[in-house]
């Protein structure tokens, strides 16, 4: 079932989505050649830890990090590893959620270490302005389909593949709540958005086909081409106009 936040409940969001934000830029400030996302990890959680929250992720379903830290044809849910070493040219996602006062935030973003390819930068950007083609439907009276379909009209006429297997989701008390919000689907169907939603708009770019596999891990969801991904994520909340980004902060 849908939850609708109160103006009170919106405010606790709020302070979880700017804790969330924060966090992704103190792992923007560790990503260097030569850091182990171990390394990532604990600064995320440091942070988290300081400002009185806790990191969502962190024994979720099991996950045994803080962050998902995904690098290069890794698409999501990357596990930090002590062995795992960032390199020059990679480009590595980082997915972060912090809880405090009964709510979560969510939010995602995608860095180059040193130099990238052009390839890559070029990736970035158009994941980030799909994100931002689908924020700008996410307004009272659309529909989820509204924002997929922003989303994926964008993205795949430019030849990018769309990740239909992992999908935005509603946010609030719990990390995932109802609705699903896909980054594919059709204008003017699925659910109908209301003020006091609040939805993770999270598109997952491939820079070659939409499909993808999970490791062995059980987590880390791949390329199946082995390209390259990019991810990026707000945790947003829908007025009668312009949305909020809870969670973004600069
Ligand atoms: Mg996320
Ligand atoms: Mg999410």
């Known amino acids: ?8 409940q919106l405010a606790k ?16 400030e560790h990503i260097k050649v030569g850091v182990s996302t171990k390394e990532i990890d604990t600064a995320i959680r440091n942070y988290i830890e300081k400002c009185g929250a806790k990191p969502s992720f962190l024994g979720y379903g099991g996950f045994p990090g803080s962050a998902c830290i995904s690098i290069n044809n890794e698409v999501i849910h990357g596990i930090p590893s002590a062995k795992r070493f960032l390199e020059e040219g990679d480009i590595v996602k980082i997915d972060v959620g912090a809880y405090i006062g009964g709510f979560h935030g969510d939010s995602a973003n995608t860095f180059g270490v040193g130099k990238i390819s052009e390839e890559a930068e070029k990736l970035i950007a158009v994941t980030r302005e799909s994100f931002f083609r689908g924020v ?3 307004t009272g009276g659309k529909r989820i389909g509204d924002i997929g379909s922003a989303i994926c009209g964008y993205a795949e006429d430019l030849g990018y ?27 003017g169907r699925g659910a109908r958005l209301y003020p006091g939603m609040t939805i993770a708009i999270e ?11 999970i490791l062995d891990d059980g987590w880390t969801v791949i390329t199946a ?12 909340a829908i007025t009668d106009g312009e949305p909020i980004l809870l969670t973004y902060v600069e």
Do not use: C, W
């Open 136 to 138: 700008k439907m996410a």
């Open 1 to 8: 079932m849908v939850q609708i936040k109160n103006s009170e």
């Open 203 to 213: 598109p997952m770019i491939n820079a070659g086909t939409r499909d993808v596999k």
């Open 161 to 187: 593949g769309v990740v239909r297997k992992f999908v935005g989701h509603g946010i609030g008390r719990e990390l995932h709540e109802d609705p699903e919000v896909p980054n594919f689907g059709t204008a």
């Open 13 to 28: 969001m709020r302070k979880a989505g700017r804790i969330t934000g924060e966090a992704i830029l103190v792992a923007r």
């Open 225 to 236: 081409d082995g390209s390259l991904a990019a991810h990026y994520e707000h945790t947003v």
